[in-house]
């Protein structure tokens, strides 16, 4: 298995471009199952999890060709529902795939998901709202099996605003007859471009970035061209590694005000932010302050999904920083790492105390998670000293070569 080689204590100087946005080219590639047509998706990232989209896609009859960063995928022949398991674990939006294959087929089979351990998983509101629109479920050694003779529109309550749920019952809701209120949804970017993309083929979809998006089902859907948003957490990874290693860098081709709770928390450690219309420049002057209450919430609230490049920020501010993560139950497991590198944090329950220390210390320790493992390589970036990190695969499903993009920035870091 590769290993990242990190040597660290140098500053960073120049810009990054950040690619498109992982979570939400994701569900958009679902919703290419929906038309019987060609999909052409433009600023597409070349990562893990896009090519384990792309096997899916393929075992259930679709055309996928992959140049530079646009995929083509030719959907007229979709004819299989099942997804096998090996292909169901390789990440947690395999889920996504439910609700697309649902409304394509009227049926699906498929089992759980795989994806980041970040605590429990379930998918219980993706099966209930699916259950609303007129879905039937059934367990049969292991899998899940989802039929729907004839969907109908409905109003859909979420409990929570889950992402991939919002995202399920837009695509099945898509193919129904008779309109779909999902009230409670995600407001998340990701969300408004999968509207948007479903707009481009046709699809009459609206509301969506509000708690309510409605869906008037059965519009016939054409082929598309469709360019994704960018990444708005590699963005704030890059931003969290250059407050944290020092220098000057801009993060460019990105939507400022997709992290703006982030960027608003880096002014108040002391950074210096200057945003534009579609880049961020941020320096450091000396020590940062800790930062009292990060606490993580749905959007527009603190994404859970940049707690853990920013905890690596905040190991080296002076003070104690808080962190209370509200979304998922196991999103702490980057702290073992970061007290590897010399850092001092005590969880508890939901809640990490992080002491801020004069300096970081190389050392070998091990990718655990997506966000958690980029966490550590900007940690490792700070230390002193050499670092190893194993079981990169895990960043690799978010990051296009991250050890390419830190490099060019000016830091010794190499892949192994
Ligand atoms: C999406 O995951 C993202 N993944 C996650 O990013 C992100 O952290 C999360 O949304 C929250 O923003 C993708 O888009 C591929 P949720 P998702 O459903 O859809 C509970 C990354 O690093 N829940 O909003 O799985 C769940 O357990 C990844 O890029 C249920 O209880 O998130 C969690 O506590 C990590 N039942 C909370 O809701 C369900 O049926 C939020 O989950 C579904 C979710």
Known sequence: MSTLIVNGGRELFGEVSVHGSKNSVLPILAATILNAGTSVIHNCPKLRDVYAAIEILRCIGCEVSFEENTLTIDSKNVNNCE?????????????????????????????????????????????????????????????????????????????????????????????????????????????????????????EVYGAGSSTVTIEGKRPLSSVEYTVIPDRICAATYLCAAALCGGRVRVSGIIPEHISTVTTILDGMGCDIRIDEKSIDIARRGRLSAIRNVRTMPYPGFPTDAQP??????????????????????????????????????????????????RLYGSNIDATDLRGGAAMVIAAMAAEGESRIGEIHHIDRGYEKIEESMSALGADIKRR
């Open 309 to 358: 490049p920013l905890m690596a920020l905040a190991t080296r501010c002076a003070g104690t920083s808080t962190f209370v993560e509200n979304i998922f139950d196991g999103r702490f497991r980057h702290v073992g790492g970061l007290i590897r590198l010399g850092a001092d944090i005590k969880i508890e329950g939901k809640i990490a105390l992080v002491y801020g220390v004069e």
């Open 83 to 203: 997804i096998p398991d090996e292909l169901m674990r390789e990440m947690r939006s395999s889920v996504i795939f439910m609700g697309a294959v649902l409304g394509r087929l009227g049926r699906v089979s498929l089992f759980a998901p795989g994806g980041c351990e970040l605590g429990a998983r379930p998918i219980d509101l993706h099966i209930s709202a699916l259950k609303t629109l007129g879905a039937h479920f059934r367990e049969e050694g292991g899998a899940i099996r989802c039929e729907a003779r004839r969907m109908r529109g409905r109003d859909i309550v979420l409990s929570f605003p889950s992402v991939g749920a919002t995202e399920n019952a837009m695509l099945a809701a898509t193919a129904c007859e008779g309109r779909t209120r999902i009230i409670n949804a995600a407001r998340e970017p990701e969300i408004e471009d999968l509207q948007n993309f479903l707009k481009a083929q046709g699809a």
